[in-house]
């Protein structure tokens, strides 16, 4: 089955325990500037720029998607560990690219400044990478 990526404005019981399990994998710096997942959790879905990716009911790796004047920023993509290597993170991050140009907006990763982990992805993807 795929990995269909959404929108989540309204996360049930299950998608929060999910997306807790989520950010509990990721390291502090992308949490950042929110002092925990919870707090994450609560200002993304709040602002509606939450996106995450189901497989079977459960989700398993979650981003959030601004949309911009000018372009879009992807930010904060994590991918529980026990499902790393799978897909997910790409899945999401093409689903960011696709809905950014349909559009018409370029899309832009988003990180903490002296990550090599974005900065690899962003170097991987061709996609241009914004300090948080």
């Excluded at 325990?17 to 502090?28: R, T």
């Excluded at 601004?66 to 997910?88: A, F």
């Excluded at 090599?116 to 992805?121: E, R």
Aim: aromatic share 4%.
């Amino acid at each position: 089955m795929p990995v269909y990526v959404e929108t989540l404005t309204d996360p049930s019981p299950q998608d929060r325990i999910d997306l807790a399990k989520i950010y509990a994998d990721a390291p502090n710096w992308l949490l950042a500037p929110h002092a925990d997942a919870d707090a994450l959790i609560t200002h993304a879905v709040a602002d509606g720029s939450l996106i995450a990716g189901r497989f079977n009911d459960r989700l398993l790796g979650a981003a959030l998607l601004r949309q911009g004047g000018d372009h879009w920023q992807l930010s904060h993509l994590c991918v529980r560990k026990v499902t790393r290597r799978r897909g997910v993170g790409r899945r999401l991050l093409e689903e960011s690219q696709r809905l950014a140009g349909e559009a018409g907006k370029p899309l832009r990763l988003a990180a903490p400044a002296g990550q090599l982990d974005a900065q690899a992805l962003a170097a991987r993807t061709h996609l241009p990478l914004d300090r948080l």
